[in-house]
């Protein structure tokens, strides 16, 4: 299967699993990759996602072979429904991209749907797109976010690839590992993750993106609708009699 998807306790690991062409998505490949994550989003005994590649590459970007429209002059490519792809976007449960190898193109836009991203020191990242007479899509309007608007117009006008140092100075990823250790740490971090109250960590996901392009008015509303709606979950009510009665909290995400 070019898209692998497993489970370890309550955390989801996608793996592109097309290492012969460093991982390149082919539209199936897209498909796969949003019916995963919505997978992620549904199944109540999963709590962490973790996207990661198979052999030298997270993703080189997408298989521009597959994707060629012969009705288009040059390299072109059909554009990819973004109602499919772009449903990540719309994933509750926190997602880390382990980013390994060659991390390019639509393969970086795919790391950039993840809320942390941790790289092994062999990770390239960049945005070659213009290389070939396309765009960088969906990166073009988050990177600027993640690492500033300099940053992103140098890796997009100039198409050159940085290393996991840089990436990591330029606050694009959150940390660099040995590679060996890549799935390693990323495991313990999800781990980590799982320790805390899974609905208080699907909000302030919620919170933080939402409240991004909100007014401070508008932000602090949803900030009182979502402490509303949490004190009013069971997991709420055992949060604080786990406070009270100074034990850890069994929380069940309900």
Same mark, same amino acid.
């Given at each position: 299967?070019?898209?692998?998807?497993?489970?370890?306790?309550?955390?989801?690991?996608?793996?592109?699993?097309?290492?012969? &062409?460093?991982?390149?998505?082919?539209?199936?490949?897209?498909?796969?990759?949003?019916?995963?994550?919505?997978?992620? $989003?549904? $199944?109540?005994?999963?709590?962490?996602?973790?996207?990661?590649?198979?052999?030298?590459?997270?993703?080189?970007?997408?298989?521009?072979?597959?994707?060629? $429209?012969?009705?288009?002059?040059?390299?072109?490519?059909?554009?990819?429904?973004?109602?499919?792809?772009?449903?990540?976007?719309?994933?509750?449960?926190?997602?880390?991209?382990?980013?390994?190898?060659?991390?390019?193109?639509?393969?970086?836009?795919?790391?950039?749907?993840?809320?942390?991203?941790?790289?092994?020191?062999?990770?390239?990242?960049?945005?070659?797109?213009?290389?070939?007479?396309?765009?960088?899509?969906?990166?073009?309007?988050?990177?600027?976010?993640?690492?500033?608007?300099?940053?992103?117009?140098?890796?997009?006008?100039?198409?050159?690839?940085?290393?996991?140092?840089?990436?990591?100075?330029?606050?694009?990823?959150?940390?660099?590992?040995?590679?060996?250790?890549?799935?390693?740490?990323?495991?313990?971090?999800?781990?980590?993750?799982?320790?805390?109250?899974?609905?208080?960590?699907?909000?302030? &996901?919620?919170?933080?993106?939402?409240?991004?392009?909100?007014?401070?008015?508008?932000?602090?509303?949803?900030?009182?609708?979502?402490?509303?709606?949490?004190?009013?979950?069971? $997991?709420?009510?055992?949060?604080?009699?786990?406070?009270?009665?100074?034990?850890?909290?069994?929380? &069940?995400?309900?």
């Amino acid at each position: 299967m070019s898209v692998e998807y497993r489970r370890e306790g309550r955390i989801a690991i996608i793996t592109l699993n097309r290492p012969e &062409k460093l991982n390149a998505i082919s539209p199936e490949m897209y498909e796969e990759i949003s019916a995963r994550l919505q997978e992620i $989003d549904r $199944d109540p005994e999963v709590w962490v996602g973790i996207v990661t590649g198979a052999g030298r590459a997270f993703s080189a970007g997408a298989d521009l072979l597959t994707m060629h $429209d012969p009705n288009l002059q040059g390299p072109g490519w059909r554009p990819i429904r973004p109602d499919r792809f772009d449903q990540g976007l719309a994933v509750q449960k926190p997602l880390i991209a382990a980013v390994n190898g060659y991390c390019l193109a639509g393969g970086l836009e795919l790391a950039l749907f993840c809320d942390i991203r941790i790289a092994a020191e062999d990770a390239q990242f960049g945005c070659p797109e213009v290389r070939w007479n396309l765009l960088h899509g969906y990166g073009a309007m988050r990177l600027p976010q993640l690492i500033g608007l300099s940053q992103t117009l140098y890796l997009l006008l100039t198409g050159e690839f940085i290393d996991a140092r840089e990436a990591h100075r330029i606050g694009l990823v959150h940390e660099v590992v040995p590679k060996e250790r890549l799935m390693e740490r990323a495991l313990a971090l999800a781990g980590r993750i799982c320790q805390n109250a899974p609905l208080a960590v699907r909000m302030s &996901k919620e919170l933080a993106l939402r409240s991004s392009e909100m007014s401070l008015t508008a932000g602090v509303q949803l900030y009182q609708e979502f402490v509303r709606i949490l004190n009013n979950t069971e $997991d709420g009510r055992e949060g604080d009699r786990a406070f009270r009665e100074r034990r850890p909290p069994e929380y &069940k995400a309900r």
